[in-house]
Protein backbone atom coordinates (compact mmCIF):
# COMPACT_ATOMS: atom_id res chain seq x y z
CA UNK A 1 0.00 0.00 0.00
CA UNK A 2 1.61 3.33 -1.20
CA UNK A 3 1.72 6.33 1.18
CA UNK A 4 -1.12 8.33 -0.23
CA UNK A 5 -3.45 4.80 -0.46
CA UNK A 6 -2.14 4.86 3.92
CA UNK A 7 -3.31 8.74 4.32
CA UNK A 8 -6.36 7.92 2.43
CA UNK A 9 -7.71 4.87 4.33
CA UNK A 10 -6.89 7.50 8.02
CA UNK A 11 -9.15 9.92 6.70
CA UNK A 12 -11.88 7.92 6.05
CA UNK A 13 -10.88 6.01 9.23
CA UNK A 14 -11.63 9.47 10.55
CA UNK A 15 -14.57 10.46 8.94
CA UNK A 16 -16.22 7.59 9.71
CA UNK A 17 -15.86 7.13 13.02
CA UNK A 18 -16.86 10.81 13.76
CA UNK A 19 -19.81 9.88 11.74
CA UNK A 20 -20.75 7.07 13.72
CA UNK A 21 -19.88 9.24 17.14
CA UNK A 22 -22.53 12.04 15.90
CA UNK A 23 -24.97 9.25 14.67
CA UNK A 24 -24.92 7.98 18.43
CA UNK A 25 -25.42 11.56 19.26
CA UNK A 26 -28.04 12.15 17.49
CA UNK A 27 -29.70 8.26 18.55
CA UNK A 28 -29.43 9.19 22.07
CA UNK A 29 -31.98 12.53 21.46
CA UNK A 30 -34.52 10.25 20.26
CA UNK A 31 -35.65 9.84 23.92
CA UNK A 32 -38.70 8.65 26.13
CA UNK A 33 -37.95 9.65 30.12
CA UNK A 34 -37.90 6.69 32.58
CA UNK A 35 -35.50 6.19 35.56
CA UNK A 36 -33.01 5.49 32.88
CA UNK A 37 -34.15 6.81 29.46
CA UNK A 38 -35.56 5.04 26.48
CA UNK A 39 -33.17 5.95 23.78
CA UNK A 40 -31.98 4.80 20.24
CA UNK A 41 -28.20 5.06 21.68
CA UNK A 42 -28.33 0.99 21.84
CA UNK A 43 -28.75 0.65 18.22
CA UNK A 44 -26.48 3.53 17.03
CA UNK A 45 -23.68 1.65 19.55
CA UNK A 46 -24.23 -2.18 17.64
CA UNK A 47 -24.78 -0.28 14.35
CA UNK A 48 -21.27 1.29 14.42
CA UNK A 49 -19.52 -1.77 15.97
CA UNK A 50 -21.71 -4.09 13.37
CA UNK A 51 -20.91 -1.60 10.20
CA UNK A 52 -17.47 -0.22 11.41
CA UNK A 53 -16.13 -3.42 12.90
CA UNK A 54 -14.81 -3.54 16.35
CA UNK A 55 -11.89 -1.12 16.62
CA UNK A 56 -13.32 2.12 14.43
CA UNK A 57 -17.17 1.10 16.03
CA UNK A 58 -15.45 1.48 19.77
CA UNK A 59 -13.79 4.37 18.81
CA UNK A 60 -17.02 5.92 17.61
CA UNK A 61 -18.35 5.00 21.28
CA UNK A 62 -15.43 6.35 22.76
CA UNK A 63 -15.58 9.58 21.12
CA UNK A 64 -19.38 9.82 21.56
CA UNK A 65 -18.32 9.67 25.57
CA UNK A 66 -16.31 12.06 25.44
CA UNK A 67 -17.97 14.75 23.35
CA UNK A 68 -20.64 14.32 26.48
CA UNK A 69 -17.84 14.30 29.25
CA UNK A 70 -16.68 17.31 28.12
CA UNK A 71 -20.01 19.29 28.24
CA UNK A 72 -21.45 19.02 24.86
CA UNK A 73 -25.09 17.82 24.55
CA UNK A 74 -25.24 14.64 23.36
CA UNK A 75 -26.43 12.50 25.97
CA UNK A 76 -30.50 11.99 26.35
CA UNK A 77 -32.38 14.90 26.83
CA UNK A 78 -29.87 16.89 25.08
CA UNK A 79 -27.64 17.03 28.40
CA UNK A 80 -23.56 16.73 28.59
CA UNK A 81 -21.05 17.08 30.98
CA UNK A 82 -18.90 14.65 33.68
CA UNK A 83 -21.59 14.92 35.85
CA UNK A 84 -24.11 13.00 33.80
CA UNK A 85 -21.58 10.20 33.38
CA UNK A 86 -21.81 10.21 37.76
CA UNK A 87 -25.47 10.09 37.86
CA UNK A 88 -26.80 6.87 39.16
CA UNK A 89 -27.59 6.48 35.05
CA UNK A 90 -23.88 7.57 33.92
CA UNK A 91 -22.85 3.67 33.86
CA UNK A 92 -25.21 2.73 31.26
CA UNK A 93 -23.08 5.45 29.20
CA UNK A 94 -20.13 3.87 30.14
CA UNK A 95 -21.39 1.02 29.32
CA UNK A 96 -21.93 1.22 25.94
CA UNK A 97 -18.01 1.11 25.41
CA UNK A 98 -17.85 -1.68 27.21
CA UNK A 99 -20.33 -3.45 25.34
CA UNK A 100 -18.48 -2.32 21.88
CA UNK A 101 -15.24 -3.96 23.64
CA UNK A 102 -17.13 -7.32 24.07
CA UNK A 103 -18.37 -7.15 20.89
CA UNK A 104 -14.67 -6.55 19.46
CA UNK A 105 -13.60 -9.25 20.95
CA UNK A 106 -16.03 -11.48 20.01
CA UNK A 107 -15.09 -10.39 16.39
CA UNK A 108 -11.66 -10.93 16.82
CA UNK A 109 -12.71 -14.43 18.17
CA UNK A 110 -15.63 -15.18 15.80
CA UNK A 111 -15.21 -13.23 12.61
CA UNK A 112 -18.08 -10.93 11.29
CA UNK A 113 -20.52 -13.49 10.08
CA UNK A 114 -23.86 -12.51 10.91
CA UNK A 115 -24.79 -14.48 13.58
CA UNK A 116 -21.41 -13.87 15.00
CA UNK A 117 -22.21 -10.35 15.47
CA UNK A 118 -25.30 -11.03 16.32
CA UNK A 119 -23.76 -13.16 19.41
CA UNK A 120 -21.73 -10.57 19.85
CA UNK A 121 -24.53 -7.39 20.46
CA UNK A 122 -26.25 -9.63 22.91
CA UNK A 123 -23.76 -10.27 24.81
CA UNK A 124 -22.06 -6.31 24.62
CA UNK A 125 -25.65 -5.79 25.85
CA UNK A 126 -25.97 -8.20 28.58
CA UNK A 127 -22.22 -6.99 29.45
CA UNK A 128 -23.80 -3.19 29.25
CA UNK A 129 -26.80 -4.06 31.58
CA UNK A 130 -24.94 -5.55 34.04
CA UNK A 131 -21.89 -2.71 34.38
CA UNK A 132 -25.26 -0.17 34.27
CA UNK A 133 -27.30 -1.55 36.58
CA UNK A 134 -24.12 -1.89 39.68
CA UNK A 135 -23.59 1.80 38.65
CA UNK A 136 -26.76 2.56 39.34
CA UNK A 137 -27.37 0.49 42.35
CA UNK A 138 -23.90 1.67 43.87
CA UNK A 139 -25.42 5.81 43.44
CA UNK A 140 -28.54 5.39 43.95
CA UNK A 141 -28.08 3.72 47.24
CA UNK A 142 -25.58 6.30 48.11
CA UNK A 143 -28.01 9.12 46.91
CA UNK A 144 -31.16 8.07 47.95
CA UNK A 145 -31.01 4.83 50.28
CA UNK A 146 -31.21 1.54 50.08
CA UNK A 147 -32.84 -0.27 47.12
CA UNK A 148 -33.34 -3.62 46.23
CA UNK A 149 -31.61 -5.21 43.02
CA UNK A 150 -35.18 -6.56 41.72
CA UNK A 151 -36.40 -3.46 41.60
CA UNK A 152 -33.21 -2.23 40.01
CA UNK A 153 -33.69 -4.67 37.73
CA UNK A 154 -37.60 -3.67 37.10
CA UNK A 155 -36.67 0.09 36.22
CA UNK A 156 -33.53 -0.04 34.19
CA UNK A 157 -33.67 -3.41 32.87
CA UNK A 158 -37.00 -5.23 31.78
CA UNK A 159 -38.48 -2.79 30.11
CA UNK A 160 -36.11 -2.57 27.81
CA UNK A 161 -34.99 -6.27 27.32
CA UNK A 162 -37.57 -6.82 23.81
CA UNK A 163 -36.86 -2.99 22.81
CA UNK A 164 -33.49 -3.35 22.58
CA UNK A 165 -33.21 -6.97 21.11
CA UNK A 166 -35.59 -5.46 18.57
CA UNK A 167 -32.50 -2.31 17.97
CA UNK A 168 -30.12 -5.45 17.33
CA UNK A 169 -32.48 -7.17 14.96
CA UNK A 170 -32.66 -3.15 13.24
CA UNK A 171 -28.44 -2.75 13.57
CA UNK A 172 -28.27 -6.11 11.87
CA UNK A 173 -30.53 -5.95 8.93
CA UNK A 174 -29.04 -2.09 8.71
CA UNK A 175 -25.77 -2.73 8.97
CA UNK A 176 -25.22 -5.05 6.48
CA UNK A 177 -26.81 -2.77 3.76
CA UNK A 178 -24.75 0.21 5.01
CA UNK A 179 -21.25 -2.34 5.09
CA UNK A 180 -21.86 -3.17 1.42
CA UNK A 181 -22.51 0.72 0.46
CA UNK A 182 -19.37 1.97 2.37
CA UNK A 183 -17.10 -0.67 1.16
CA UNK A 184 -18.06 0.79 -2.14
CA UNK A 185 -17.05 4.19 -1.11
CA UNK A 186 -13.57 3.53 0.26
Request: proline share 3%; with cysteine.
Amino acid sequence: MSTAEAVKNKTYDIAFIALFAVLIAICSWISIPMAVPFTMQTFAVFLSVGVLGGRRGTLAVLVYILMGAVGLPVFAGFSGGIGILATSTGGYIIGFLFSALVMWGLEILLGRKTWALALAMVLGLIVCYAFGTAWFLLVYTRNSGAVGLGTVLGWCVFPFIIPDLVKIAMALALGRRMSAVMNRIR
